[in-house]
Nanobody, 120 residues
Framework: QVQLVESGGGLVQAGGSLRLSCAASGRIFIDVMAWYRQAPGKQRELVAV???????NYADSVKGRFTISRDNAKNTVYLQMNSLKPEDSAVYYC???????????????WGQGTQVTVSS
């Protein structure tokens, strides 16, 4: 069974930085890794995504401030968040698309979420 363990959330002042990590356990082949976030009363939104080839894409609201990266040897994805704003406050969720073998169909997995709070 695949499990995602997130870490790195917390409270930070506006303009500060945080680094989120998400490690996937189990013997799996990961295609896409991503971070989503959900603020109170809002829908969950895609923040950043990275393919197994290293291609990235970001929400317009975080471009130039956030950087997604991955360590394939550790099955881990990171989100470096700089110049944080109060509107970045949300629960951040790790998401991966992975398969148990190269020929299996892919499944989607979610982390438990980690709270990021940015004070003004």
């Amino acid at each position: 069974q695949v499990q995602l363990v997130e870490s790195g959330g917390g409270l930070v002042q506006a303009g500060g930085s945080l680094r989120l990590s998400c490690a996937a356990s189990g013997r799996i082949f990961i295609d896409v890794m991503a971070w989503y976030r959900q603020a109170p009363g809002k829908q969950r939104e895609l923040v950043a995504v990275i393919t197994n080839g290293g291609m990235t894409n970001y929400a317009d609201s975080v471009k130039g401030r956030f950087t997604i990266s991955r360590d394939n040897a550790k099955n881990t994805v990171y989100l470096q968040m700089n110049s944080l704003k109060p509107e970045d406050s949300a629960v951040y969720y790790c998401n991966i698309v992975a398969r148990p073998t190269m020929s299996s169909s892919a499944n989607e997995y979610w982390g438990q979420g980690t709270q990021v709070t940015v004070s003004s």
